[in-house]
């Protein structure tokens, strides 16, 4: 079983970068036809797509958010990170990381909760 964890600070101050660490067990970052994905949801709105890292190291990023995004990976710890840069309130959300293989989100991390605040 597939078991993902978010981990990072749950309040970054405007204008810095939001670091945040998916770290993944029970499989590898490196498997076969798995996109490890980050997905957001701002209070009172619906899930946002933010981008991905896939088995193979390449990434996809949403447009509205790709001057700010960057996906990475530690495969020797199993771990992929989102630096989302130059934040604002806007991007308070609940951040999930989940994987998506073969036409669905197979797994989810529990959420970790990002406040935007001076």
């Known amino acids: 079983q597939v078991q993902l964890q978010e981990s990072g600070p749950g309040l970054v101050k405007p204008s810095q970068t939001l670091s945040l660490t998916c770290t993944v067990s029970g499989g590898s970052i490196t498997t076969n036809s798995y996109y490890w994905t980050w997905i957001r949801q701002p209070p009172g709105k619906g899930l946002e797509w933010i981008g991905y890292?896939?088995?193979?190291?390449?990434?996809l990023y949403s447009p509205s958010l790709k001057s700010r995004t960057s996906i990475s990976r530690d495969t020797s710890k199993n771990q992929f990170t989102l630096q989302l840069t130059s934040v604002n309130p806007e991007d308070a959300a609940v951040y999930y990381c989940?994987?998506?293989?073969?036409?669905?989100?197979?797994?989810w991390g529990q959420g970790t909760q990002v406040t935007v605040s001076s």
């Open positions: 989940t994987t998506w293989s073969l036409g669905r989100y197979d797994y």
């Open positions: 890292i896939a088995y193979s190291g390449s990434t």
